[in-house]
Structures are given as C-alpha cells and as structure tokens.
C-alpha cells in the first residue's frame, strides 16, 4: 500500500475508521480539533456518527452510552478535557465496558500552554479517576505508530473491556508524516452479545444485560475490583510493548523516554557514537503496562554506570523507571515542560556532564 502524507491528528482520525469506528463524541480543544474536523466530514461518509457534545463531562458519558451498548467508540480530547472525563473513566473502567480515548498532551498544569508535553504521565498512568482501576497507555513516538496504536487500541479494548488510552504530546498530533493503514491487523470486532445492551431482540436472547459501575454490597463490589485487578495482572503479561536502541553494546548510560523526546534521544546517541561514548536507549511504547523488567534488566547490564529518564515534565516517568531500577544503579532525570523540546546538542550535554 502506498504511503500518504497526512498529519497526526488526521491519521488517528482515519486510522479509527479503518479500525471500524463508526462512533465519535468530542469537544473542540487544541491541540488536536483537527480530529473531530476531519471525522465531521469523514463518519457520514460511512454511516458513522460524529456529535459534538457540550462539553468533555457529557462526552465522557456519551461514550460511556455507546460502549455499553457495544459499540466501537472514541473521543479525542487535550489534556483538561481528559481532566474532565475522568469520572466517566472510572464510570467505564468500573462497568468493565470497551473505549478508546486519544490525548494529545498539552503543557500544564492549568491551562497551561497549547504547545507539546508530556506532563499527564500521572494523569494517564496512575488512573486520574477515582478507585482502582488502571488505563492500558500506549505512547507513539510517530505518526505512523499512532496510526498502528489507534486500530490495535480497540482491539484491546475489547480484549479487556475498558478503557484504552493513545497518550501523544502534542508534536505527535501536528506534525505530518508519510503513513500507511496497516489491513493486514484483525480488527473483527468481538462478540458481546454476554455483556452489552444491544437488546433482547437484537440478540435472541431471553437475558437481560446490566451494564453499571454501582455496587452497594460489599462483596459484590470487592468482586468486581477483584475481576479488574485480574486483568491488569494480564495485561502485564501480554501486552507490554517497548523498544531498545544501540543496547547491544557495552553502554555507559542507559536512557528512558518515550514518544517525542525518544527521537530526539535517539539523535543524540548516535551523535555521541561517532565520538566513541556509548549510551543506549529504551522506549516504553506502554506506559501501563510499564516495560519493568526490561528496565530492570537494561539498568543491571555491567558497563552501564547510571539511568537518565528524558522527559517533557517535570518528573513523572521517572519514578516508575526509579522503581524499576530498584537501587541497582544511580537513576537521573532531566526534563522541560514549557512547549519546548530539548534539542540533541543538549542532551548530549547534559550526558557527557554527568558521565
């Protein structure tokens, strides 16, 4: 298939068409309108429905509505309007019913600023809602990994009926980059005639479904919690996604960062290669589940010295690679958060400082 340059946000728009979204709830707000912008021309193009709600509280509820009826759905919103569905979050994650939600990180916290950050690392990672309950988090680092993460998301989704969060700061979201549509992925949506409330008549069947998030019995609600839990304890399992870089030498440093500011990394190290000083990189593409073991593992290589975690924050990753790490090695931050990204002449500065 040919490559077709588009911008992110439009490609995360028809990558969730050619994944079979028909469903698409939102509230303008930048830095990712041009999503809803395209799928209000696109969705009536294929008998989908685009509504624009009044604002990111009744969006929320909106595609908690459409989830629980089982249909494939998805909002987009910038970092306070995640804010603000993050009670319908917990709602759904609770209901144990499938959605995707797309955030293209702005600068905060407040309304901070419309340029690129990553500073709703906690927001994303560490529910943002009330109760327990977890978000399963992939971080692009390109335009065409949000396209692939886009039609998987909702294949997850349902896998593990909940919630599932595409988290791109805000480059991700307007830069333009050659992509292709992947058809080759099985995005055949499940079967949820035992859960959704599609209809007694839609499914011939004589049983009501319920589909709720409240649980007056203690028991009952401890169960559910219990049945959440279980799925996250998968999830760890099977679906941490990562990527190394240069990690087949003997490295002095071993860096962590994720989408945007990886590649930027990358740039640097091999920029530090051709002046013989080895450093390697790992990117997690799951933010949850978070890639432990192989930070563990990539910190305890012998010629590593210490772990840097790169960021656009303030210092939120880092305290997941800290605990990954678990004393091994000296773990280091650096990062900016004002729109900002740190060029690779400066992290290299800031590597050879340190080293």
């Known amino acids: ?102 955030n293209i990180v702005r600068g905060g916290p407040g309304l901070g600023g419309i340029l690129p950050s990553q500073g709703d690392y906690f927001q994303a990672t560490k529910g943002g809602g009330h109760g327990d309950y977890h978000l399963l988090v992939m971080a692009p680092d390109s335009v065409q990994e949000a396209v692939e993460m886009t039609m998987k998301a909702f294949v997850l989704a349902e896998k593990y009926r909940g919630p599932v969060m595409i988290m791109g700061d805000g480059l991700i979201g307007q830069m333009m980059e050659p992509v292709e549509f992947n058809q080759d992925l099985d995005t055949t949506p499940t079967n949820k005639d035992d859960w959704a409330t599609n209809g007694m008549s839609t499914r011939k069947s004589k049983k009501r479904n319920l589909v709720k998030s409240l649980f007056l019995d203690p028991t009952e609600l401890n169960n559910n919690n219990l049945e959440l839990k279980a799925k996250y304890d998968q999830m760890k399992k099977e679906e941490v996604m990562f990527e190394l870089y240069n990690a087949e030498t003997d490295y002095q440093v071993l860096i962590t960062s994720y989408g945007t500011m990886s590649r930027v990394c990358r740039t640097s190290i091999d920029m530090l290669k051709q002046e013989g000083i080895e450093v390697a990189l790992l990117r997690p593409k799951t933010l949850f589940p978070f890639p432990e073991k192989a930070v563990h593992e990539a910190a305890g290589k012998e010629s590593c010295k210490f772990v840097i975690s790169i960021e656009m924050s303030m210092g939120q990753m880092v305290e997941d690679v800290d605990r990954c790490v678990r004393g091994q090695k000296p773990v280091e931050f650096y990062g900016e958060c004002g729109g900002d990204i740190p060029s690779p002449e400066k992290i290299i500065d800031i590597i050879k400082g340190m080293i």
């Open 1 to 102: 298939m040919a490559k077709v340059l588009m911008k992110g946000n439009e490609a995360i728009a028809e990558a969730a068409i050619r994944a079979g979204c028909k469903n698409y709830f939102a509230y303008p707000i930048t830095p990712q309108s041009e999503v809803a912008e395209y799928l209000a021309k696109r969705l009536p193009e294929v008998d989908g429905v685009f509504l624009q709600g009044e604002s990111e509280v009744a969006v929320g509820y909106m595609i908690f509505g459409a989830a629980g009826a089982g249909e494939r759905v998805m909002t987009t919103s910038s970092s306070p309007g995640i804010s603000l569905m993050s009670e319908a979050l917990s709602y759904i994650a609770a209901a144990q019913v499938p959605a995707v939600f797309v």
